[in-house]
């Protein structure tokens, strides 16, 4: 067997069998059952019961009292463990700006929650319903938008009373059209009835490739980091050297951690699709698609290792290290945050220049191809030899960087000392 | 035959010369020291034949012409920062390190029980690195530099911090090897230990080499050319004999400083001539006083 291989399985072994692997590997599929569990068994509903919130409502046009003591109380019966206790203040005129006043004391005071003013003219003018409030809870940070919904179709009633109009007629007038998707595959003469939550899930799988992209790349690649600084730091390394040349350790080490990255991606993508089959959800995934992944992915692990095992190398702790990836994390960041834009638009600009940016590509891509199977070949060809160009250039730097740092302590070499290594043969 | 050679080998870092102009030639089947206080450039030399880092200017040629990458499986290195996988078993480090060097699978498993058990750690087979004492992993550390049974070792500063025990299985080891023909280099700046088991020394100092050559011509070339003795009776004779230069008296014990010429022998003959000699002792100078009389005693801080 050759040498660098040895170094593979060697690294692989020892990494799989480290408490933090085991950790971070079970973590990852635990937390997203967890949420997919949590938020098909969680409603509103099942939070259980919250003392009632108390309303009290200057009604200014004295027409609305009885309209809105059924719309809350209907509420109130509907949702019993969110109970509104409505209560309406008599208004005169003349006195209701003291009333007003003393309203307002009142919600000061928490004997109130919520303190509604119904301007005069709010059933043939311009009128506005006003809201007072004073710290109202979290949990209760909905209600306003609740009661405004109850006194909105109050007053649309009472307008229709006014009118001598059926609100029953008008709520069959205004019923919404219901809607179906079908998707036509390009093929066959099949069918596909989309559910919402389906339409939902398309936009949820590009994310979640993009995501498992991420977190095989980046993750993986601090192991990276993390074997260098340890070999470099518990002086192993120079007894390595003894046996091996760098070149054929660094080989060695990358390989080893790919194939560590595929066990992760391996059993992720399982638990995912588990999870995904057990919730009833049905995920369309494209064997070209895995393939192109797979491509993606080695290649991107061989960039960001390669690039770590760089910076590992002139760095003696951790700490070190980590405060040189800060930067480089930022980067990786910008295709997570912008993944809605890239989802709802995944041939524009801003996605095709994301897609040609190396330590990108391999995210990008895979969120376009999972969102849009119509990405042109060339587009992915020349994405992938970019790609390649870059890895190619990434072990070249590193190599170079590698056989120096390694055996460098004290301080860190600056830029250009960095910069000189790469012109030395 | 030379196991290594260096010619007009220079290293630079910056400024320093770290080695500067550098020949040397190491026989087959010797033990070499390299000596010199810390910082002469014995880490930079043995470094660079073991490829480590480069030379900017000679040589270097190890096993005839032989580049080092191809003959790295016939070499054990321990160098002075010293290490291990602290996570992994004391056996699977030792077959680690002998798979690398490019042991089969079939050899290791009959030769790591055997070295463990020389070297006193097989009941500890099974721990982990991080588990030993601090002698126990320098033991192990050895054992990793002979894992391949090696044709040549380079050992950097190997003996220091050692305990007693540990110090005398490492030179019974060294000494075992040479006897099989292996070729041991070591650096040291301790230099009783490279008395006591070197055949050949390299001394430098500021990356120069100060003295190289046999231990022995080099002792005698330096040879101070005195004598201590302590004689039974009246010692005022030996002024007058012709061989002598001056005497000494500390007490008991003279110390006679000889003509130069002057052999030890025949005063042995002419003092016993008059009176019964009690020691005789001809002054072999230390490797310390010669390398204090040659780079003065501010350089030469050592142990």
């Known amino acids: ?425 | 035959m030379n196991a290594i050679s260096l010619e007009n080998v220079s290293k630079f870092f910056g400024n320093v010369r770290a080695v500067d102009d550098l020949t040397v030639l190491v026989p087959t089947g010797s033990i070499y020291g390299f000596l010199g206080p810390n910082g002469a450039g014995k880490t930079t030399t043995i470094r660079m034949i073991m490829n480590i880092i480069r030379p900017d200017k000679g040589k270097i040629s190890i096993f005839g012409d032989g580049s080092i990458e191809q003959v790295k499986a016939r070499i054990g290195y321990m160098p002075e920062e010293r290490g291990l996988y602290r996570k992994m078993t004391v056996r699977k480090v030792l077959s680690y390190f002998g798979a690398l060097k490019g042991v089969t699978a079939s050899e290791l498993a009959k030769r790591v029980p055997s070295l463990l058990k020389q070297i006193d750690l097989i009941s500890w087979a099974d721990k982990k690195v991080e588990e030993l004492s601090r002698g126990m992993h320098q033991k192990l550390q050895f054992a990793v530099t002979v894992i391949n049974n090696p044709d040549l070792l380079i050992l950097d500063e190997p003996f220091s911090g050692l305990d007693p025990l540990n110090l005398d299985l490492l030179k019974t080891i060294i000494l075992q090897m040479r006897d099989q023909g292996k070729t041991i280099i070591f650096s040291t700046h301790a230099m009783h230990e490279a008395e006591e088991l070197c055949d050949f020394i390299l001394l430098i100092n500021r990356g120069k080499p100060v003295i190289d050559g046999k231990l022995d011509q080099i002792r005698s070339q330096y040879r101070s050319n005195a004598v201590s003795v302590e004689l039974e009776g009246d010692a005022g004779f030996i002024e007058t004999l012709p061989i002598v230069a001056g005497i000494h008296t500390h007490g008991r014990r003279l110390e006679i400083k000889l003509t130069d010429g002057g052999d030890p022998q025949q005063l042995l003959r002419a003092l016993l001539e008059h009176v019964p000699v009690l020691v005789f002792e001809v002054k072999v100078p230390s490797l310390h006083e010669i390398f204090v009389s040659l780079v003065g005693a501010d350089n030469a801080q050592v142990s």
């Open chain 1, 1 to 425: 067997m050759h040498k660098f291989l040895k170094v593979a399985q060697r690294e692989y072994l020892e990494t799989v069998k480290t408490k933090v692997f085991i950790f971070s590997l079970l973590m990852a599929p635990l937390i997203v059952c967890g949420i997919i569990f949590f938020v098909s068994r969680t409603s509103l509903d099942k939070i259980g019961p919250r003392p009632p919130i108390k309303v009290a409502v200057s009604d200014l046009t004295n027409q609305l009292t009885a309209e809105l003591e059924s719309r809350f109380g209907e509420y109130s019966s509907l949702n019993p463990n969110r109970q509104i206790q409505l209560r309406m203040l008599e208004t005169e005129q003349d006195t209701s700006r003291k009333l007003s006043d003393w309203a307002k004391t009142e919600v000061r005071e928490k004997r109130f929650d919520i303190y509604i003013v119904l301007e005069d003219s709010i059933l043939d003018g311009p009128g506005q319903m006003q809201f007072y409030t004073c710290g109202l809870k979290p949990a209760e940070i909905d209600m306003p938008w609740t009661i405004e919904n109850l006194i909105n179709t109050a007053v649309v009633n009472r307008r229709c009373q006014l009118q001598e109009f059926s609100p029953q007629l008008l709520e069959k007038l205004r019923r919404r059209v219901p809607s179906k998707h079908a998707e036509l595959s390009t093929a066959g003469d099949t069918e596909n009835i989309k559910s919402p939550g389906q339409r939902v899930m398309g936009m949820m799988v590009p994310f979640f490739f993009m995501y498992l992209m991420f977190l095989g790349i980046v993750v993986t690649g601090q192991q990276m980091m993390t074997s260098v600084i340890e070999e470099k730091s518990s002086r192993v390394i120079e007894v390595l050297l003894s046996a091996i040349s760098p070149f054929e350790l660094m080989a060695g080490k990358i390989l080893g951690l790919v194939g560590m990255g595929l066990t992760v991606m391996g059993i992720w993508v399982a638990a995912a699709y588990g999870a995904a089959r057990w919730q009833g959800l049905d995920i369309e995934v494209t064997a070209s698609l895995l393939i192109y992944f797979g491509i993606y992915y080695l290649l991107g692990f061989l960039f960001f290792s390669a690039l770590l095992a760089g910076i590992g190398s002139i760095c003696n702790s951790l700490q070190e290290a980590q405060t040189l990836m800060g930067p480089i994390s930022l980067i990786f960041v910008l295709p997570l945050i912008s993944w809605f834009n890239l989802v709802r638009n995944p041939q524009g600009v801003f996605a095709r220049v994301l897609s040609f940016i190396p330590p990108l590509t391999p995210m990008v891509m895979v969120l376009r191809l999972s969102a849009d199977s119509n990405v042109a070949l060339v587009e992915i060809i020349a994405s992938i030899l970019v790609l390649i160009a870059a890895v190619v250039l990434a072990i070249w730097v590193a190599a170079k960087v590698f056989r120096t740092g390694i055996l460098m302590y004290g301080k860190r070499p600056g830029l250009w000392e960095v910069l000189r290594w790469l012109r030395q043969s």
